[in-house]
């Protein structure tokens, strides 16, 4: 009776530990389709260099998401993550205010941060990870 338990709990083990890998292959899959949206001439040298840091550090992410009609660069979880440009002079205050009302945290980082921070890192992964949970 014993040994069937056993032998029953370890069928169950099994199981688990194959959806796991399973979950991590379909996260891998995702992660891979998401890079190639930002394949040169579709993205920006700065966009494929916070791709390549979210890639490395293994965080989920979702790029040119559409969100009630605002493409977004960067979806993770319930954060956004914007990179400015030369174009993006002034932040768009209805869209961030309609992007906040449907539960995401817009945070914006400039191409000059990107470059020229040598922490920018750190700071990226630090306001992603307070405000994951949210």
Avoid: W
């Avoid at 199981?15 to 996260?27: D, G, H, M, P, V």
């Avoid at 389709?33 to 993205?43: F, I, T, V, Y």
């Amino acid at each position: 009776m014993a040994l069937n338990r056993a032998l029953s709990l370890f069928a169950e083990v099994r199981i688990i530990e194959n959806a796991k890998i399973q979950l991590l292959n379909l996260t891998k899959l995702i992660m891979r389709c998401q890079l190639l949206k930002l394949k040169k001439g579709h993205s920006t040298k700065s966009e494929r260099k916070i791709a390549e840091l979210l890639k490395k550090k293994h965080i989920p992410f979702k790029t040119k998401v559409l969100i009630n009609k605002a493409e977004v660069d960067f979806l993770i979880g319930r954060v956004i993550l914007e990179i400015d440009g030369k174009i993006h002079r002034h932040i768009d205050t209805e869209r961030e205010k309609m992007l906040f009302d449907a539960g995401y945290v817009p945070i914006h980082i400039s191409i000059k941060e990107i470059y020229e921070d040598k922490a920018i890192e750190e700071k990226i992964l630090s306001l992603i990870k307070s405000n994951k949970n949210l």
